[in-house]
């Protein structure tokens, strides 16, 4: 993908394969498999460093839809595997163009801001899902930036959550990175969230 994936490179991947390989991705990125699954959210999140979001702007809406439109835990927890390894890679390009097409993602995940709260309560019992739903929250953050108090209604229950009634405390250190992250991405200083820990 870093080799032959730009359209400047030589022999680069044609548009029409392109389009189709992203297609089959997204189709497959379900697998049983984990070996290979690892492997596909690799890719996916290469392509998506060059194409997403005005090349691939189907992606996020796959994602919500497989986390929305499935029930099981596995499933939503692959898909946002996926979408935090997305933003992930998305978040770490430096030249200022990149900063600003990060910044125009906004749009397409603030469908899924609205549904973390729904998440967050099918994953009552699931640590693994509850720590991936922190870290993609934390992402959001940093990819919302001063827009992040969108979040808020989410973040500061389930903050409240990490810190009162979390037994095993299992869930601190991806709470802490979150509210961490919301204090450095707050348009202003806001007490009520700095008194959550």
């Not at 992402?139 to 108090?149: A, N, V, Y």
Request: proline letters at 5%.
């Amino acid at each position: 993908v870093t080799k032959f994936w730009r359209s400047l490179s030589h022999n680069a991947i044609s548009k029409g394969d392109k389009t189709k390989m992203k297609e089959v991705l997204l189709r497959a990125h379900l697998v049983e498999q984990k070996e290979v699954y690892d492997l596909l959210v690799i890719v996916i999140s290469k392509i998506a460093r060059y194409d997403y979001p005005k090349l691939w702007f189907t992606l996020t809406p796959a994602l919500i839809q497989t986390i929305s439109g499935n029930e099981m835990e596995e499933t939503k927890l692959r898909a946002l595997t996926l979408l935090y390894k997305v933003l992930k890679e998305i978040s770490t390009k430096r030249l200022l163009v990149d900063k600003k097409n990060f910044r125009e993602i906004k749009g397409f995940i603030e469908p899924l801001i609205g549904w973390l709260p729904r998440l967050w309560n099918v994953a009552e019992d699931h640590v693994i899902l509850q720590t991936q739903l922190l870290l993609t929250a934390r992402k959001l953050s940093q990819c919302l930036g001063e827009d992040s108090p969108k979040l808020y209604f989410f973040t500061e229950p389930v903050l409240t959550f990490v810190m009162t009634k979390d037994p095993e405390m299992a869930l601190l250190e991806d709470g802490l990175a979150l509210w961490l992250a919301l204090l450095q991405n707050a348009p202003s200083s806001t007490p009520h969230l700095i008194s959550l820990f």
